[in-house]
């Protein structure tokens, strides 16, 4: 039960406030304000206890979204229904910015209205939304379409609308992943994971019921065992262990519990079918290499080598190489093959980037660090971080099959035209000198 | 100060500081540092020179980004740098970052001495200042350090200007508020106290400011500024308010000069010079007057500084304290205020009148103002003023308006705040004892006061008022009906029923003639109260009951039904079980007589100082009850209890007193509680160790506690305890020593042995016996030691104890509190005998004399039973000085007898003793003076 909602903005100016319960009264806005967002020390916790008040905060850009409550509410309810406010609210006005959440303040209570309720959680899916939220003013409804929202709202398949009609029916499907490491300097991977998503975008008629398949090591364990031989043999190899996954309220868990098969009635338009995390058998497509060397008390020499490791017909793109550089550089003097490399003082870091670079190549930078001699402690030596985007899955997942079946109307699954793209991409990929 | 030209505006910081300003995000202001830093950070690593003007800017900005929060680690060194700049900007900016930055590191500091000495021998004003400015602004003990001693010299040269002179007299007192101990005084000061002539009135008031901070720790050295400040305050006061030009704060000609040479002339007596005084009377008056005349200007600040010299000069009249006409004044000008219509004068008048209240000259007309202070108490808006009111009324109190304040306290009482209720209930208290000439009054008004603010009567008011009924015969029957009558409202607070169960108990009798309030009414009505109390006043009441079966034997059968039922016998909580069961056996078996003598009235108190006043004390902090106050309540306190005075009762102890209660007021617990207390089964044995002791039990160490006693605690700790009690008789004494285990587990091996180090082996023959090897937890075991004393002697025999607890060997080795003195015999004498003896032990060497300060109080009746104790006799009607003790005794030894003359002179002023021993032998006078030197 959330008592109440803010938005603030980056100053602590209230942006909205909406207050659910009774016993959320007017200074809890001030005393998040005063301890959480003009604290002395940064609040590094996303929950904050103030006078048996507990306040949940995300921030989005320079917007501070805070859910208050004084019950002992379940804190990841409340971190979901705040992450599927962003969503809801991205998903009408774009970037949550200061500027749209003024602009957009009426459709915001609005929609806060409708996604809670005396502080209870209700549908968030935009999709559903978007059919009685609009954003082009009024649009005079007829009974039937009335009727259409009741049964929807309050039906079984709240996220689909029955009656969808399309001349050509299209599936994308996206498999997004991003890959976090933390490498010792001697090359041992110290931590690695990868989080992915699976995307979708559809545009199918009528309520069609979907099958989605993928490399998962139990299914496919399964159909080995089955015996059903030459497919299944050859896959094996590549099937891929998930540590744990979630998934859109649209697929019936019930059927994914007992037969391992992801089968669902999709929303209509963009959704994301699954979350997933792995841990085994990554991918890593860069190494990096780095040479640290102190010349004196007023000289740093640093020597970084990327490797890119995936197949060379392959392209990565958007690399990027942060080399952080002590508190008392006073000059930098840098050299590199490849890209373009630049000391950014603002950050403290030397930046280099690369716009594209096939696998199995090696590429280098060398920097001279001038440093003002201070009589400061060491300097602690943070990671050097990558960034990089790459056209194939790090996890190794492969979308098997994904099919459609919609047997009221005349089209079959080979009808649907569909779309299967890969892109890894880095999360925190940082390497210690 | 040279103006500032047009390229000193440094661009670059205006353009950085705004950039910050303008970041959205402190993410955007980090960025923004991070960036200005490294920009910094190449232009000061850069091969060229920086000119003085970027050094200058950038370490300005640093200074800013320092400002911001963010650690600065370099830059120090350029900034040092444009310390020896010659243009005043960059000297100003980096004296700046010194003073904001300034961090122990050794080599800067040295050079940064190094710059700052240049600018002070330099010739130039602004310089010095400059250099002036960062001493104090840093101030710390390194800078005293280097610098305390010049600094004096700048100040009194002949040739130094007025403003490096003011600059000057500032540092040097921040420099001795920092570090005292490093500014030394010398033949500066005296010229020091001649600045107040000065002809710049700038230079006169910072130099008072540094002559009133000197003046208050060698206040001999500064004497002299006394006429000099009388003749300045003069020549300010009555000079037209054009005459000081720039001094002159809205009409009012140098108002903080005033005020701060008024405040110096408080640090001194009233001058002795008796021009000089006239001069001041003078002043004074004239101030006085001022504030009569209507004002110059409406603006609120002409009449700040105007009350603002007023107030500072009452405050001088009421430090003087000698100008009967101008206390007199003073208070009328303040009464005027009382009525002000600006809350702060209201409150800084009752303030000032507090400390008029208490001055002989002043407290009549103080008291004039009765209905104005009353009325401000009532109507007041803001909260301190009425603290301050009700303060007022507390200081103005005397035995002819006490009734009137009292009522009106007490009438307040029931809307006051709470905040100040319990101290106003302390004072109410306070002055309805201090100024009770009826008692019966003294009743009402306590008990009134504990129905209107139950909750805020602490147990200190309600004790009071029990002490004083004990006390007080002819107020004893009205108490009874007076709390009789109390109790019958239907809803009376606990304190009330706690005064209400001690007194029926004690003086029930007095009013059971009346049928209204006969004994078992008196009792329905207790016990009507006793199950919404909590256990405290149960068990007080329980007490009441046992006292009421003695009082009035026809309530014996239902009160003994009453202790029989479930809920007392067997109630759950010890303290109330015990009485419950104790009292019933003690009232069926024990004899009418034997309960009469138990159940006893009790015995008057002692009277000491009271104990609310004490709480007041400590709740206000020392100093806020004036001494005349407290010498007042002592006298006003003796004859309030007439000839009630006694040494403390040791049957008190044995009467059945309820726990709760009365402890409190016995702060004096005798010794043999102590341990009672902690539970200790040693109880017994000292039960009868002499109550007079007791205050010198306290801080001595355990040996010489035992030279004028002979029972007691010797040692304590966590394992064991260590009781004495000793015999002497002749030369011959014996000792029993107890030890007890006070854990739970036995102690093993335990062993003890007496021995007499060196030559005392020849002096003393001591016996014992071993004891038994195991002590049980929880345990006591005894051991008896026989001691002869063949000759005098001046050492102790030492006891080791050796035991094993839980596997530790623990060793222990005290000294046997055997003294010389142990073997005195007491002689009586004549004063005549006397001082022919005295006479006889004329002989150098023969006497022994030590003069001492008292480091406990010097109450005649502790004096006298420590005199006792020592085992002399105490001589009255000898020393023609009523004040001094004499003694005189024959010590015991199996060879000889010595004869031994003692007279311990009190100074109570100085509160030092001087004793003088005579003794026939050379070595025992010295001994016995070192013993007694020690436990007074």
Known sequence: MIGGLFIYNHKGEVLISRVYRDDIGRNAVDAFRVNVIHARQQVRSPVTNIARTSFFHVKRSNIWLAAVTKQNVNATMVFEFLYKMCDVMAAYFGKISEENVKNNFVLIYELLDEI????????????????????????????????????????????????IKYRRNELFLDVLESVNLLMSPQGQVLSAHVSGRVVMKSYLSGMPECKFGMNDKIVIDKQNKGGSSEEGGKSGKQSIAIDDCTFHQCVRLSKFDSERSISFIPPDGDYELMRYRTTKDIILPFRVIPLVREVGRTKLEVKVVIKSNFKSSLLAQKIEVRIPTPLNTSGVQLICMKG????KASENAIVW?????????????????????????????????????????????????????????????????????????????ETRC | MPAVSKGDGMRGLAVFISDIRNCKSKEAEIKRINKELANIRSKFKGDKALDGYSKKKYVCKLLFIFLLGHDIDFGHMEAVNLLSSNKYTEKQIGYLFISVLVNSNSELIRLINNAIKNDLSSRNPTFMCLALHCIANVGSREMAEAFASEIPRILVAGDTMDSVKQSAALCLLRLYKTSPDLVLMGEWTSRVVHLLNDQHMGVVTAAISLITCLSQKNPDEFKTCVSLAVSRLSRIVSSASTDLQDYTYYFVPAPWLSCKLLRLLQCYPPPEDGAVKGRLVECLETILNKAQEPPKSKKVQHSNAKNAILFEAISLIIHYDSEPNLLVRACNQLGQFLQHRETNLRYLALESMCTLASSEFSHEAVKTHIETVINALKTERDVSVRQRAADLLYAMCDRSNAKQIVAEMLSYLETADYSIREEMVLKVAILAEKYAVDYSWYVDTILNLIRIAGDYVSEEVWYRVIQIVINRDDVQGYAAKTVFEALQAPACHENMVKVGGYILGEFGNLIAGDPRSSPLVQFNLLHSKFHLCSVPTRALLLSAYIKFINLFPETKATIQEVLRCDSQIRNSDVELQQRAVEYLKLSSIASTDVLATVLEEMPPFPERESSILAKLKKKKGPGAVSVTELEDNKREGGELNGGGERGPDTSAMSTPSPSADLLGIRSAVPVGAAPASAGSLLVDVFSEAGPAAVSAAVNDDGFLRFVCKNNGVLFENQLLQIGIKSEYRQNLGRMYLFYGNKTSVQFASFTTTVSCPGELQLQLNVQTKPVEPLVEGGAQIQQVLNIECLTDFSEAPLLNIKFRYGGALQNLTLKLPVTINKFFQPTEMASQDFFQRWKQLSQPTQEAQKIFKASHGMDTEVLKAKLLGLGTALLDNVDPNPENYVCAGVIQTKGQQVGCLLRLEPNAQAQMYRLTLRCSKDSVSKRLCELLAEQF
Do not use: C
């Not at chain 1, 373009?340 to 000391?343: G, V």
């Open chain 1, 353 to 429: 980037k690369i716009k594209r670079m096939a696998g199995m190549k090696e590429s280098q930078i060398s920097a001279e660090i001038e440093l003002l001699p201070t009589n400061d402690k060491k300097w602690a030596r943070p990671p050097i971080s990558m960034n990089f985007e790459v056209p194939f899955a790090p996890s190794g997942l492969k979308v098997r099959y994904l099919k459609v079946f919609e047997p009221k109307l005349n089209y079959s699954d080979h009808d649907v035209i569909k779309w299967v793209r890969y892109i890894g991409r880095s999360g925190i990929y």
């Open chain 1, 116 to 163: 809670l309720d005396f502080g209870y959680p209700q549908n968030s899916e935009t999709g559903a939304l978007k059919t009685f939220i609009t954003q082009q003013g009024i649009k005079s409804q007829s009974k039937e379409e009335q009727a259409q929202i009741t049964s929807q709202v309050t039906g079984q398949i709240g996220w689909r609308r029955e009656g």
């Open chain 1, 340 to 343: 373009k490399a630049k000391y």
